[in-house]
C-alpha cells in the first residue's frame, strides 16, 4: 500500500481523497451520471463509483507523485474531482485534469484547485504536466488559460481522440 493522499488546502478549498462513504459514492453518482460532464470525458464510465475511488487510490499507491482528490467547498459539498495522473501511453507525460458539478461551475473553483494540485506535482518534482481537452469544451479550455498553460494546438497522441493539448512546465530552479 502507497502512503495516503495528503490533503491540500487553498484559499476556498479543502482537497482530499475520494472513500468510499455514502455520501461520496451518491456526490459521485450523480457527477458522473450526467451528460453535461460525462459528454467531455468520452462517456460516462464504465464501473461504478466504489470502483473508481479504488482505481483512483490505485493511482496514488502506485506512484504517489499521482492523486485524484475530492474537492470540497467551505460548506462541505464535493464541488468535484481534481485528478493528476500519467496519460496513457507509457512514456512519462502527465496530466491534471477536473470534473465539476455544475452546481459548482462558475465560481473559479476547478482553477483554485487545479493551481493546488500543479504546485504539488511541481514539488514533486515533475518537470511538466499536460492538460487534453476535447475541441469545443470552451470551459475547459478556459482553465487552461487562467492557469497559464501553453496551447501546444490539437493532437492525436492520447485516447484515439483529436484533443486541444496545454502544456505547463516547472519552474525553472534558480541555484
Ligand atoms: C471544465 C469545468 C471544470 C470548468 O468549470 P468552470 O466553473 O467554468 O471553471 P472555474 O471553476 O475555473 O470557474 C471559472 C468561472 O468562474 C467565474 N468566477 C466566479 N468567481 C470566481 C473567482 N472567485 N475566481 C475565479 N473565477 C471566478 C469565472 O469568471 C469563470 O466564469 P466564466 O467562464 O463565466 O467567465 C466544468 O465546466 C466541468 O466540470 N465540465 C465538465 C467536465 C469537463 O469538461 N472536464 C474537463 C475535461 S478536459
Same mark, same amino acid.
Given at each position: 500500500?502507497?502512503?495516503?493522499?495528503?490533503?491540500?488546502?487553498?484559499?476556498?478549498?479543502?482537497?482530499?481523497?475520494?472513500?468510499?462513504?455514502?455520501?461520496?459514492?451518491?456526490?459521485?453518482?450523480?457527477?458522473?451520471?450526467?451528460?453535461?460532464?460525462?459528454?467531455?470525458?468520452? !462517456?460516462?464510465?464504465?464501473?461504478?463509483?466504489?470502483?473508481?475511488?479504488?482505481?483512483?487510490?490505485?493511482?496514488?499507491?502506485?506512484?504517489?507523485?499521482? !492523486?485524484?482528490?475530492?474537492?470540497?467547498?467551505?460548506?462541505?459539498?464535493?464541488?468535484?474531482?481534481?485528478?493528476?495522473?500519467?496519460?496513457?501511453?507509457?512514456?512519462?507525460?502527465?496530466?491534471?485534469?477536473?470534473?465539476?458539478?455544475?452546481?459548482?461551475?462558475?465560481?473559479?473553483?476547478?482553477?483554485?484547485?487545479?493551481?493546488?494540485?500543479?504546485?504539488?506535482?511541481?514539488?514533486? !518534482?515533475?518537470?511538466?504536466?499536460?492538460?487534453?481537452?476535447?475541441?469545443?469544451?470552451?470551459?475547459?479550455?478556459?482553465?487552461?488559460?487562467?492557469?497559464?498553460?501553453?496551447?501546444?494546438?490539437?493532437?492525436?497522441?492520447?485516447?484515439?481522440?483529436?484533443?486541444?493539448?496545454?502544456?505547463?512546465?516547472?519552474?525553472?530552479?534558480?541555484?
Amino acid at each position: 500500500m502507497g502512503a495516503t493522499l495528503e490533503l491540500l488546502r487553498t484559499e476556498r478549498l479543502r482537497l482530499r481523497a475520494w472513500t468510499a462513504a455514502p455520501g461520496d459514492l451518491a456526490r459521485l453518482t450523480d457527477i458522473y451520471g450526467r451528460d453535461e460532464v460525462t459528454r467531455w470525458l468520452g !462517456g460516462p464510465p464504465t464501473v461504478p463509483p466504489a470502483e473508481l475511488v479504488a482505481r483512483w487510490e490505485a493511482v496514488h499507491a502506485r506512484d504517489d507523485r499521482f !492523486g485524484c482528490w475530492a474537492v470540497e467547498r467551505r460548506d462541505g459539498v464535493v464541488a468535484g474531482t481534481l485528478l493528476l495522473k500519467p496519460l496513457p501511453n507509457g512514456v512519462g507525460e502527465v496530466e491534471v485534469g477536473w470534473h465539476l458539478h455544475p452546481d459548482s461551475w462558475g465560481h473559479g473553483y476547478a482553477t483554485e484547485a487545479a493551481r493546488a494540485v500543479v504546485d504539488r506535482a511541481f514539488a514533486a !518534482g515533475l518537470p511538466e504536466v499536460y492538460a487534453v481537452v476535447r475541441p469545443g469544451n470552451a470551459p475547459s479550455l478556459a482553465v487552461c488559460r487562467r492557469l497559464g498553460m501553453t496551447p501546444l494546438g490539437r493532437m492525436t497522441r492520447w485516447y484515439d481522440v483529436e484533443l486541444e493539448v496545454f502544456r505547463q512546465m516547472a519552474p525553472a530552479v534558480v541555484d
